[in-house]
DNA sequence: CTAGGTGATACTAATATAGCAACGATCATT
DNA sequence: AATGATCGTTGCTATATTAGTATCACCTAG
């Protein structure tokens, strides 16, 4: 983390805001057990954390009790999308992005998982692309790995500290490796191993870098060049 | 606020909630004095707020000290987009409505103001509609009053204690009136009062309901029912 | 120079929160 | 039925954490 630590940082919403991601992030209800787990928080205070979101209106408990994104969520979507004016910008950009036939894609980078705000594959109405991924693994996804390069290698070891990494069984070291190429191309260009045999090639976009454009499908070596040209001549556009 | 308050509400949490979210509706940089008198918080605490949001990448400072959104809320829209599903929903039922000619909007109601998720007028590309209006008083805008309608007289007479109503100048009485006819009806028409001569028809959506759709432009009187008809239909398919 | 604005911090009082233990539900297994 | 293991939730109390005052340095306007 980039800003420095104030002097009265305020415990609470940190772990507020945390329980509200990992409440976001969730495909299905969650009780307040499993994401104090999922968190590694103390499960009363996760608990009555999310009571406070539900008062809020942005959490809600189901039948079950469990519990999931409540209307106030619409509202902070509303809120928080206009104030990043990310989609506001890319959009039209993403959209020109789709004539080369392939998945079109666009992402940030949140802990060691990528969230997509877009993610089109050929066919679909553009406006189908919105919001419908959570999230996946950064180290699955080329939007993953090239905003992972942006990161100092103290950090990405700090993030995988004692954890599987997904996509690479060798570990850390394999992992810096493919971020110490990532940096000197200033793309990346992944194999993605799933039956379709696809290829990502992703750059990132903003300055400092808070997000990633990404084509996937099948894309021989020979055609990553005009992609990556394309992708960042709309990087640009987009970050502005 | 429909939900009880809980044994133990984190206080910390719901002001920094209010201060997120006062600042994502800034359509500029704020200071925190400045937000703090928008929210009537004491400003050393919403300081100590924002710098909070801040260390989390939320907020950032500009050069001028003053605070706005900073790279974490691209990742809080892209997750509270998904977890919203509003959007991924009606975006395809929104570009349907566009063929009537007019401006199709989908908002939503945040204290006495509508945040608009869509907002697009015939001729802009329906991508170019997203995230591009921040915040509108409730009173002025056709969803605004649909959304209010859902409320009690009390709640309403709360929220407006004291203030002047935009576009109600003789009062909260003459705001209520409005509200009932709108609730007899199951739908708001509203004269825009500018240069422009519009009206806006709007519906309300969800269950309860938390979003509104409509149309605004030049609608006749006899033009209302096959519109309110359209707006229904789209509401109950986007409401599931 | 003053006057009034800003963001930020040290300090201390007091309050709001953390964490333990416990309760009633629910569910699966015995 | 009985058991045991979950779950969400709350009362309780110590104490960590936050609120609010006072104060600072900075900036701009007059």
Same mark, same amino acid.
């Given at each position: 983390?980039?800003?420095?630590?104030?002097?009265?940082?305020?415990?609470?919403?940190?772990?507020?805001?945390?329980?509200?991601?990992?409440?976001?992030?969730?495909?299905?209800?969650?009780?307040?057990?499993?994401?104090?787990?999922?968190?590694?928080?103390?499960?009363?205070?996760?608990?009555?954390?999310?009571?406070?979101? +539900?008062?809020? %209106?942005?959490? =809600?408990?189901?039948?079950?009790?469990?519990? @999931?994104? $409540?209307? /106030?969520?619409?509202? #902070?979507?509303?809120?928080?999308?206009?104030?990043?004016?990310?989609?506001?910008?890319?959009?039209?950009?993403?959209?020109?992005?789709?004539?080369?036939?392939?998945?079109?894609?666009?992402?940030?980078?949140?802990?060691?998982?990528?969230?997509?705000?877009?993610?089109?594959?050929?066919?679909?109405? +553009?406006?189908? %692309?919105?919001? =419908?991924?959570?999230?996946?693994?950064?180290? @699955?996804? $080329?939007? /993953?790995?090239?905003? #992972?390069?942006?990161?100092?290698?103290?950090?990405?070891?700090?993030?995988?500290?004692?954890?599987?990494?997904?996509?690479?069984?060798?570990?850390?070291?394999?992992?810096?490796?493919?971020?110490?190429?990532?940096?000197?191309?200033?793309?990346?260009?992944?194999?993605?191993?799933?039956?379709?045999?696809?290829?990502?090639?992703?750059?990132?976009?903003?300055?400092?870098?808070?997000?990633?454009?990404?084509?996937?499908?099948?894309?021989?070596?020979?055609?990553?060049?005009?992609?990556?040209?394309?992708?960042?001549?709309?990087?640009?556009?987009?970050?502005?």
């Amino acid at each position: 983390m980039r800003p420095k630590l104030n002097a009265q940082p305020n415990k609470s919403l940190i772990d507020g805001i945390a329980t509200l991601q990992a409440l976001a992030t969730s495909p299905d209800p969650v009780g307040s057990r499993e994401l104090a787990r999922r968190l590694n928080i103390d499960s009363v205070k996760v608990n009555r954390l999310l009571k406070t979101l +539900a008062y809020l %209106g942005i959490a =809600r408990q189901t039948a079950d009790r469990k519990y @999931t994104a $409540g209307p /106030g969520m619409h509202v #902070l979507a509303a809120q928080s999308l206009f104030a990043s004016g990310l989609i506001r910008n890319a959009l039209p950009v993403l959209e020109g992005l789709r004539r080369f036939g392939h998945t079109v894609a666009l992402g940030v980078l949140w802990q060691d998982n990528v969230s997509y705000l877009f993610h089109a594959p050929p066919g679909i109405e +553009a406006s189908r %692309g919105l919001g =419908r991924i959570g999230l996946l693994p950064a180290t @699955t996804s $080329g939007i /993953g790995i090239v905003l #992972l390069s942006e990161h100092e290698d103290d950090e990405v070891r700090e993030l995988y500290k004692d954890r599987e990494i997904p996509m690479f069984p060798e570990g850390i070291e394999q992992l810096l490796a493919k971020l110490a190429e990532v940096r000197r191309l200033g793309y990346a260009r992944v194999h993605v191993a799933d039956a379709r045999d696809h290829h990502v090639v992703a750059v990132s976009t903003g300055d400092p870098a808070h997000a990633g454009v990404a084509m996937s499908g099948w894309i021989p070596e020979a055609a990553t060049a005009p992609l990556v040209d394309a992708l960042r001549a709309a990087a640009n556009e987009i970050g502005g």
